[in-house]
């Protein structure tokens, strides 16, 4: 099967990866396995995103192109960090989230009950977004992107990160290692999706639309607790494994003071939180930060889920994979607005698993400057957001490699129980 016929060359050409739905550039089809380019298979019909236009699948092949050849691609300033620019964008989200804070306190509780109804939802989406950002700074903190000094950035990570409830060493420690081991079945740090062998008993239960709607609703809501707490959907460890346990597997022993700094971290905010609900009420501290707390850990997932779960991305064991191919296998995405709003951690992600170190506000132009050279080893799907989890959570059920291929250590997503 070839592209689409009814869709004109010079279309294809001048579109490329920015028309919706395209991962990958639009090349006619080659045939399928490992390497090849997703077209109908024996494992099912041909999957389709924007535009109407094929999935494509990402290349397995090594590469031409070096990490080298990549980043001098870049302009050199991309690679810059300025501690005033960084923290712009700090004060910046600070101060929106206080005049979120506000409108909740003050606002809202003047409100006739038929507006004070649909105000809360607002300011629960609103500010779950705006903190959302904040989470993302945090996140740059760890991979020494905001400054050009890392006791700066652990201090900003530490308290933007324990304010969110989240253990900040730990998290940076585990999130490097998924940096580390993208795409790697055995050693990935988180959704690290499973061979069909693996699945539960009751994932075949589970394979239909009300199931998919209960997966998703449990995954973004108890998600990233979950994954904190007990590594669910992380890598398989000997033993429990948990982000609040100096002494787990995750961590070796030189990293173990860090973590009881994490832990300490959310036990300050705890009790402020306490201290807060003492002052106000439980429930005035449910409505005010509860919720958009459950909000940004909602986003916090969906958005990571995405990043790697698609039906074009391959995942690779140990035979077969290497860190820029696993690097690679990961998709830019499309939020809109909301693109601004997290920093561009959304649709900047593939430069940013080549280049962790590189500030948020530089990393739009180095896409742009590097996707000429990755060509269809860059992942791009401009699918509206709902269509692509609702898609991405009915088609990337298991992994497994292509039937009759030669490379037996390259594994795609499959659907079919």
């Not at 909740?104 to 607002?122: D, E, F, R, S």
């Not at 940096?179 to 790697?184: L, P, R, W």
């Not at 693109?339 to 896409?367: C, G, Q, R």
Request: a positive charge.
């Amino acid at each position: 099967m070839e592209m689409d016929a009814h869709l004109p060359t010079p279309y294809l050409r001048r579109h490329g990866t920015s028309c919706p739905g395209l991962a990958g550039e639009p090349k006619a089809a080659a045939g399928m396995g490992a390497g090849g380019r997703m077209t109908a298979t024996e494992q099912g019909p041909l999957r389709y995103g924007g535009c109407g236009i094929p999935l494509h699948r990402s290349p397995t092949e090594k590469p031409s192109f070096t990490l080298s050849q990549i980043k001098k691609a870049i302009p050199r300033h991309c690679f810059e960090r300025s501690v005033l620019r960084s923290f712009s964008y700090v004060i910046r989200d600070l101060l929106i989230a206080a005049l979120f804070l506000y409108f909740a306190v003050a606002v809202i509780p003047k409100l006739p009950l038929g507006l004070a109804l649909p105000a809360w939802p607002l300011y629960w989406a609103f500010q779950g977004c705006i903190l959302t950002g904040a989470w993302v700074i945090a996140h740059e903190c760890g991979h020494h992107a905001f400054s050009d000094y890392s006791f700066l950035d652990d201090v900003v990570g530490l308290v933007l990160h324990s304010a969110l409830l989240v253990p900040y060493f730990s998290w940076k420690y585990s999130h490097r290692r998924h940096h580390s081991n993208t795409g790697s079945i055995e050693r990935d740090e988180v959704f690290v999706p499973k061979p069909k062998a693996a699945l539960p008993w009751f994932a075949k239960y589970l394979n239909n639309p009300p199931g998919r709607i209960l997966t998703l609703a449990i995954t973004l809501t108890l998600g990233w607790p979950l994954y904190l707490a007990f590594n669910v959907s992380g890598r398989c460890y000997p033993r429990f494994a948990s982000h609040f346990d100096p002494y787990g597997p995750i961590y070796s022993d030189r990293e173990r003071a860090q973590i009881f700094i994490s832990d300490a971290g959310l036990m300050a905010a705890l009790y402020v939180l306490y201290r807060v609900a003492a002052c106000y009420g439980f429930w005035w501290l449910v409505r005010v930060y509860g919720v958009p707390l459950l909000v940004v850990n909602g986003w916090l997932v969906l958005i990571t889920y995405l990043q790697h779960t698609h039906p074009s991305l391959p995942h690779y064991d140990s035979s077969e994979w290497d860190w820029l191919r696993g690097a690679l296998a990961t998709v830019d995405r499309d939020y809109g607005m909301l693109n601004k709003v997290f920093h561009n951690i959304t649709d900047t992600h593939v430069a940013h698993h080549l280049f962790s170190t590189m500030p948020h506000y530089h990393a739009m132009e180095a896409t742009k400057a590097i996707k000429p050279l990755l060509g269809e080893y860059y992942q791009f799907d401009g699918t509206p957001l709902l269509k692509a989890m609702w898609r991405e959570a009915r088609e990337c059920i298991y992994v497994e490699p292509d039937r009759g291929s030669k490379l037996q250590g390259v594994f795609w997503y499959r659907r079919e129980l």
